[in-house]
């Protein structure tokens, strides 16, 4: 290799890592779903007349949904590794509701620092356990309805699950990061991770009962679509 | 003095703890525990919806409250009336354990169930369940007005309880941990199972080997079988359904089912030992007759079962040819001997009164008082049962199927027909020969085979002129022991001398059969036809002179053992 060859190699190589400082991009995440949709374990909610009221034919806990296009519902995605700096809680609260007996969201990502509105939509009693590892475990009744409570988690933690003692097919999953490049998988089986610093990442699916999956991806200005395949 | 009411009173709390147990493993099994974030009050009030897993633990708190009235009421009752030290101890010890208990409680739910707070209300729980029922033990008419029974086997049995149930307690925190910690340690929970089911077999040997400890505490003793009994199929059912089965949405009722009843049950248990070892503490003083191994080993008559021993080997020994499989023979001969010694035990238990009555009997460990007859019943009945598992697992069901047949002839059909009729040395004849059979098929020889009906034919044509001889010897005996022999109905003895020789014309006949059969060969011809002739001869004699029975005896075992020895040498 010729003297002249290297060096502009190296001059290449710095001119791209001075300027990936200021590219980013957006990853369009996606969760193609192979094989038949399991059945739904319908859970028969006879041990509150409200929640009986409210589902006469049962619950299902929804733990897979598969949507019409054949993807994948609430699989969390999220930059696992590669991450460099610290990124400021918003404050905006993510909204948690308890209505018709069931989490609403099921899935979602929130960030450390940031409030979570808990509220109680229903006309009965409901408890939100959280059973954090990293961050405070917390357990509060919300007997009224309109009840809100506001909680916060201050360490990282994929996932946390929630969970209502009175109800006991109620379950939800938060995943709790320190940055904000996440996201969960909506009706059409994508999610969207915004304005992603140039760089290496190892990116991760999650999901409550196929697992989880890692890729590697290189960020640079273009936008890229990533797509985590489950199987049935 | 015992005090009815008073008495009554503690059951009563006692069995709503019972039920306060019961509930509390309801909240565990349904996971309600966190149902209700709150503690003392629920939701803020004392009445929150009885709805989902609040139902659980609300109730349990509700029943927890009405027992810990209960429980004070207990303690000022007990105090005002009752002025023992360890009652004045227990009935404190009640009131402090239900608020520590309430307390462990508000403990678990505030800081979310931390294991090792849950197990400690689990475990306290059962402690003051075990309190309550040592309360009410203290305070039955039993305890108060009991009068002390000597008994020998008492301390062992006492020691023995105070191991179950230290390991029955042990069984309790490994089983709350198991069931707060989603299964870990269920090792440890099986290993103590194991250990607690071989102390309750030790337990119930040494006290249904007792007569005291049986009549006081066989009833006690028989429902803690029942229990564990009960307890290990549902620790069974419960580990397949909750740990083999995947998990549901929320618990199955039959998980709920199956989990509440064993820690219920486990409780039942613990308090039944605890019990046990307090009531065999009190009602029982350390003396009694004992028992040496040397009674039990006379009750087997030894040298009777090593007599037909010897025909069994003879069998064995026919039909194999050689004793090629030398454990087969072992195993043939241990349980025969099992089977024989057993079955001699038990005769002896039945007729310990005729035994009683009779010179030549009298001194045997039974009659002579040296054995308590319920442990020889006992002693006969397990010795009889090895033998007859012996056969059955490792020669063969037949041989185990013929042990049987003998020893329920000899023990349930012989034995009571002895007094009833002359006829039985017919009947006592078909266990008396089947021995040598049972040797026979367990060398694989044909059961149904002519050479096994010869064989069978001698020995059972043997015992006849040998018996008569010997009731003619023992005449006076067997009158005074109240059994029917021939000659208590014929002083002269000129029927029994006849009989004597008619049988010994029949069995000369029978003695030449394996020779036509082909078991054997010319020179057992020559040598069963000699023996058989003298034999005759020395039978014919006694038609004369009676008197000479006593060596026609001896004879007839020296000539029984000539027919076999020369089966052996010249088998074809």
């Not at chain 2, 000597?150 to 191991?163: G, N, Y």
């Not at chain 2, 620790?235 to 039959?254: C, S």
């Not at chain 2, 694989?444 to 009906?453: F, R, T, V």
Request: with cysteine.
């Amino acid at each position: 290799m010729k003297r002249g060859t290297v060096s502009s190699y190296f001059a290449l190589l710095s001119a791209v890592i001075l300027t990936s400082q200021a590219q980013a991009a957006t990853l369009t995440l996606k969760a193609p779903f192979e094989g038949a949709a399991p059945a739904a374990e319908i859970v028969k909610p006879d041990a509150d007349p409200k929640c009986k009221l409210m589902h006469p034919e049962g619950i299902d806990p929804g733990a897979v949904i598969v949507n019409p296009n054949g993807t994948l519902k609430n699989v969390f995605v999220y930059a696992k590794e590669g991450v460099a700096g610290k990124f400021e809680a918003p404050k905006t609260a993510v909204l948690f509701d308890q209505k018709g007996c069931a989490y609403s969201p099921k899935v979602f990502g929130i960030q450390t620092g940031q409030p979570l509105e808990i509220l109680n939509s229903d006309d009965t009693l409901h408890n939100v356990h959280a059973l954090a590892k990293n961050s405070k475990e917390f357990n509060l009744g919300m007997p009224i309805k309109g009840m809100k409570l506001k909680k916060t988690f201050d360490k990282p933690e994929v996932m946390v699950k929630i969970k209502c003692e009175v109800h006991p097919w109620m379950g939800a999953y938060a995943g709790v990061l320190d940055h904000p490049f996440f996201g969960v998988t909506s009706e059409d089986g994508s999610a969207v991770i915004k304005d992603l610093p140039a760089g290496e990442y190892t990116i991760e699916a999650w999901h409550e009962k196929y697992g989880t999956q890692t890729q590697k991806v290189t960020v640079s200005d273009q936008d890229q679509e990533i797509s985590f395949p489950f199987k049935a | 003095m015992f005090h009815k009411n008073l008495y009554h009173y503690s059951l009563f709390t006692a069995a709503a703890t019972l039920i306060l147990l019961g509930a509390g493993g309801l909240v565990t099994s349904t996971g309600s525990g966190l149902s209700v974030p709150d503690w003392p009050l629920s939701y803020g009030k004392f009445f929150p919806p009885m709805i989902g897993g609040i139902r659980f633990e609300h109730s349990h708190r509700l029943i927890a409250a009405f027992v810990g009235f209960c429980t004070f009421g207990l303690s000022i009752w007990l105090w005002r009336v009752d002025r023992r030290p360890l009652m004045r101890v227990l009935s404190i010890s009640a009131s402090v354990a239900i608020l520590a208990q309430a307390l462990l409680g508000g403990l678990t739910v505030k800081f979310m169930l931390p294991t090792p707070v849950s197990v400690s209300h689990a475990c306290l729980g059962q402690t003051f369940f075990c309190l309550l029922c040592v309360i009410v033990l203290l305070l039955s008419r039993e305890w108060k007005e009991a009068t002390v029974t000597p008994s020998a086997a008492a301390p062992v049995f006492f020691r023995l309880c105070c191991t179950a149930a230290t390991f029955a307690y042990a069984q309790l925190v490994a089983g709350a941990v198991v069931r707060h910690t989603g299964g870990k340690g269920i090792e440890v929970h099986l290993f103590l199972a194991f250990f607690i089911v071989v102390h309750l077999l030790f337990l119930n040997v040494r006290l249904f080997l007792d007569r005291p400890l049986t009549e006081r505490l066989g009833a006690q003793m028989i429902l803690l079988n029942g229990l564990v009994l009960f307890q290990l199929f549902l620790g069974l059912g419960t580990y397949l359904v909750k740990y083999l089965i995947e998990k549901a949405a929320q618990p199955r009722p039959v998980e709920v089912l199956l989990a509440t009843a064993h820690q219920t049950v486990g409780a039942l248990i613990l308090a039944s030992l605890i019990l046990l070892v307090l009531r065999a503490r009190r009602l029982f003083s350390p003396s009694g007759k004992t028992s040496s191994p040397s009674e039990f080993l006379e009750l087997m008559k030894p040298r009777l079962t090593l007599t037909a021993l010897l025909a069994t080997l003879a069998g064995y020994l026919l039909a194999s040819g050689e004793a090629s499989d030398l454990a087969r023979l072992f195993h043939t001969m241990l349980g025969a001997f099992l089977l024989g010694s057993g079955g001699n035990a038990l005769n002896q238990y039945f007729e310990r009164d005729a035994d009683a009555r009779m010179p030549r009997t009298q001194n045997r460990p039974l009659p002579g008082g040296r054995l308590d007859p319920i442990l020889a019943l006992w002693f006969g009945w397990i010795i009889s049962l090895t033998g007859l598992l012996e056969l059955l697992l490792f020669v063969s069901p037949l041989t185990a199927g013929l042990g049987l047949v003998i020893f329920l002839s000899y023990v349930f059909i012989y034995t009571p027909l002895k007094r009833r009729t002359t006829l039985n040395t017919f009947v006592g004849a078909v266990p008396g020969a089947l021995p040598f059979l049972l040797g026979w098929v367990a060398g694989e020889g044909p059961l149904l085979s002519a050479n096994a009906a010869a064989l069978f034919l001698i020995l059972y044509l043997w015992q006849l002129p040998h018996f008569y001889a010997i009731a003619w010897v023992y005449r006076d005996d067997y009158r005074l022991g109240g059994f029917q022999m021939l000659p208590q109905r014929d002083p002269s003895g000129k029927e029994t001398a006849s009989q004597i020789v008619l049988f010994s014309v029949l069995l000369f006949a029978a003695a030449l059969m394996p020779f036509h059969t082909g078991l054997s060969g010319v020179f057992y011809l020559v040598v069963a036809a000699a023996s058989s002739a003298v034999f005759l001869v020395l039978a014919i004699r006694l038609l004369r002179d009676l008197s000479k029975a006593k060596q026609f005896v001896t004879a007839s075992i020296v000539y029984l053992c000539t027919l076999m020895m020369s089966l052996l040498v010249d088998k074809t």
